[in-house]
């Protein structure tokens, strides 16, 4: 009798059929306002976040990013443990306050020389930088003289930032993400975002700043985020290495059909165009569709075609941020072609009370992004969740239901990679735990522990399953 696996496959054919494409990027990811800490060292200027988690009542505990990990004193210890568990890329952010901490246009030198020692010890560990250039922190001296995105004049200097960090790093950073989760930061900080949930139950989300702007302003910051995105992109292509690759990292309304039958995916693609119609499908197309205008109608933003030619800008990769579907589909026969499925009440859930799991997302989104915009290359740039995590009397963290969610979500990621979906890494949040924004410190996301009080870090369970699934390949 030969032997055979766990579940039914003759071993030797165990892990073959569940690897992914050669040179797939087994990555890590964190943000700067998450994990650095410093938060006025070395000329660095206050960020939005700086400011809102100074507020109180705005994040859990009174937690903030004054010390989170130390990673910025701390990061070459950081960097040899992403090499201990195997990441051959980090997804790092650069706090835009640290290179121009005041908008007088002068950048901080000792900003950017923080940001070269990283990427140097990285390249030393024989791991990718890949930079993204916002991840939520912009200058608060732009907030208070322009209102941030409000105003054309932030996009216009997100484009200066973006340019100069790429002349600066250009010789040894080759990929660039522009901005992470448009959706995210524009809703959650200048309305507050609402998020769909089981039971047809709502979550709202306010982030920094903290406005709460009507529905025709809300429109203009959209226009102004995927503008300076567009910005970024032209000078980098400008001013950065002639071998730069440039995209953004985008957590979409992502729509899935409930069944894998032609009709329902057609559905699920018409959803997922018109509902990202703000951001992905004008960043992809050039245009805003005729769906989304007419939603808006007097609350449109204002825009030129300039503009629309600009914020299209050619793009190497599409980064995708995917923890959850926001919502299921079914075809209908009216316009616009689908009607949304409401999560039941009994839906499974992760530990943050956002996260409802359905795994198969992380199949759907790459396949429908591609099917849509015919992307080149995709990057999974996020995806992970967060897990009561305690320290056991041996000194470990046995995270099992973080084991059982990479698990999942892997598989279906690698389901899309073998029909030829072109997904060429897969980034986990996070590296460690971290800062997460309004929840603070307990909501833990990383592959490796911290103890916020020691800062001590120690790798989870989960950590050693990453390593043996990037160097086999494989899902294990
Ligand atoms: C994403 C954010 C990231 C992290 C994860 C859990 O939306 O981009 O910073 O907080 O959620």
Known sequence: MSAITSDGRPVGHASSNRTFPDGFRWGVATAAYQVEGAWDEDGKGQSIWDTFAHTPGKVAHGDTGDVANDHYHRYAEDIALMRSIGANAYRFSIAWPRIFPED???????????????????????????????????????????????????????????????ERLGDRVKRYFTINEFRSFVESGYQGLNV????????????????????????????????????????????????????????????IPALDTPEYVAAAQTATREMNADFLTVMLEGHYTDGYLDRAGRDAPSFTDDELRTISSALDFTGIDVYRPHIYVQPSGEPPGYRTI???????????????????????????????????????????????????????????????????????????????????????????????????????????????????????????????????????
């Open 342 to 476: 409401p999560f039941s009440a009994s839906h499974p859930k992760m530990h943050s009370e956002w996260h409802v799991l359905s795994p198969e997302v992380l199949y759907w989104v790459p396949r429908l992004v591609q099917s849509l915009w015919g992307t080149p290359s995709i990057y999974t740039t996020e995806n992970g969740c967060s897990a009561l995590d305690e320290i056991a009397e041996d000194g470990q963290v046995y995270d099992t239901d973080r084991l059982m969610f990479l698990r999942a979500n892997l598989e279906q990621l690698q389901r899309a990679t073998s029909k030829g979906v072109p997904v060429d890494g897969y980034f986990h949040w996070s590296a460690q735990d971290n800062l997460e924004w309004n929840w603070g410190f307990g909501s833990r996301f990383g592959l490796t522990y911290v103890d916020f009080e020691t800062l001590e870090r120690t790798p989870k369970l989960s950590a050693t399953w990453f390593r043996e699934a990037a160097r086999r390949n494989a899902v294990v």
């Open 196 to 255: 769909p949930m089981p039971g047809g139950k709502t979550l709202h989300v306010a982030g920094a700043p903290g406005l709460e702007l009507s529905d025709g302003e809300l429109n203009q910051v959209r226009h102004h985020a995927v503008l300076g995105h567009g910005l970024a992109v032209q000078a980098i292509r400008a001013r950065g290495p002639a071998d730069a690759k440039v995209g953004f990292a985008e957590n979409g309304h992502w729509a």
């Open 104 to 166: 007088s246009g002068q950048p901080n030198k000792a900003g950017l020389d923080f940001y070269s020692c990283l990427v140097d010890e990285l390249l030393a560990a024989g791991i990718e930088p890949f930079a993204t250039l916002y991840h939520w922190d912009s200058p608060q001296t732009l907030q208070d003289k322009h209102g941030g995105w409000q105003s054309k004049e932030v996009s216009k200097a997100f484009g200066e930032y973006a340019g100069y960090v790429a």
